[in-house]
């Protein structure tokens, strides 16, 4: 539940910082056709929209920093054996938002979503399967059934028409959660190269 709610203040934190202010101060040189002559003085005027935009960007990089920092923190204390947050939601010792159950996987709605959907679909045995780039060819089964269960959830999603399937494997790659997972993302336009 900490780890839960901690996620939720950052949510709400990263929420707030894309609020931009409406005004900046500039020093005017060369001045601009549409300001006063006001020679070298610090004066007030409404941003740009793409000072706006570079704003977001630095604050997407610290975001980026923030996910590259935490996923190195988590493969440094990785055991494999301990239970992860999954193995709790699995149990229903953390409370989730269920899209999608069968006797194989689970899928739920993600607590920091980047799109308008954003499903988390998990394996409910971990079976060794921390990253995809630990598989062998024994979990050719729930591989198969975890890419058929974000089939079905974008179905009930109603994104079906266009939506993203990522993987994260390893630190450089940002997981932070070594139980195998998928994200499925939809219900906006996707961007490539994705990141």
């Not at 707030?16 to 500039?26: G, N």
Request: hydrophobic share 45%; net charge positive; aromatic share 8%.
């Amino acid at each position: 539940m900490a780890a839960a709610i901690g996620s939720s203040s950052f949510t709400l934190l990263r929420n707030c910082a894309l609020v931009v202010r409406p005004f900046s101060t500039a020093k005017l040189f060369p001045r601009p056709a549409s300001a006063f002559s006001f020679r070298s003085k610090r004066v007030r005027f409404p941003v740009p929209s793409s000072h706006s935009r570079s704003r977001r960007l630095r604050f997407a990089t610290n975001a980026v920093n923030d996910e590259e920092a935490a996923a190195k923190a988590a493969a440094a204390t990785l055991d494999e054996g301990a239970p992860t947050i999954f193995d709790k939601i699995i149990a229903k010792e953390i409370p989730s938002s269920i899209v999608y159950e069968d006797q194989k996987v689970l899928a739920f709605r993600d607590i920091s979503p980047q799109a308008p959907v954003h499903v988390v679909i998990i394996p409910k045995i971990r079976d060794g399967l921390t990253e995809l780039g630990k598989a062998e060819a024994r979990h050719g089964e729930i591989l198969g059934q975890l890419l058929y269960a974000a089939k079905i959830v974008a179905e009930k999603e109603g994104v079906v028409d266009g939506f993203r399937v990522v993987i994260n494997s390893g630190p450089t790659a940002c997981q932070s959660v070594y139980h195998l997972h998928l994200h499925v993302l939809g219900g906006r336009q996707m961007k490539w190269p994705p990141g």
